[in-house]
């Protein structure tokens, strides 16, 4: 079949499978995270950048991919310290720069999240969350939760 006959996939693959990038600046933490996040079966890619820059960096160059490729839903883990002035920024410009990612926010005592940084993201969750919690958390932003 040539690619001018061939159809591009349903709108809803995308919905079945994602792309994460973990955004942290310890590497040993992200490679953590990688290899729970990995795991998952609808998970087709998991990276790690230790900035936000280097995150959008890597999903805008996922972007220039064939019209006939099946794009996978972005996922940004990203470990930002709320105290940090620059939290809100840095969250407020990737919510700019990739307004169709899912953002979650890895946070070491979520309860205590101040507000205007926790709702420039999808989810605020403990840096700690158990391998369970993390698989359900994917599940979710998959569109495969129960």
């Known amino acids: 079949m040539s690619m001018m006959n061939a ?3 349903p709108d809803n693959a995308a919905a079945l499978h994602a792309s994460v990038t973990i955004v942290d600046d310890d ?5 953590a995270l990688q290899a729970l996040v990995s ?9 790690t950048v230790a900035s936000a820059a280097g995150a959008v960096a890597l999903l805008r160059g996922d972007a220039e991919v064939s019209a006939f490729s099946v794009p996978a839903r972005q996922i940004v883990l990203i ?4 105290d940090d ?3 809100q920024a840095t969250l407020e ?8 990612a899912a953002v979650v926010l890895l ?32 599940d979710d932003l998959l ?4």
């Open 7 to 9: 159809s591009p996939p």
């Open 107 to 138: 946070c070491l005592y979520p309860e205590q999240s101040r507000g205007a940084v926790c709702s420039l993201a999808d989810r605020c969750v403990p840096k700690d969350t158990t391998p369970a919690d993390l698989r359900d958390l994917l």
């Open 93 to 100: 410009g990737l919510r700019a720069d990739l307004p169709d």
């Open 85 to 87: 002035p620059t939290a």
């Open 79 to 82: 470990d930002l310290h709320q």
């Open 27 to 31: 590497v040993d933490s992200a490679e």
């Open 143 to 146: 569109g495969r939760g129960v």
């Open 39 to 47: 795991a998952h079966p609808g998970v087709v890619s998991v990276r």
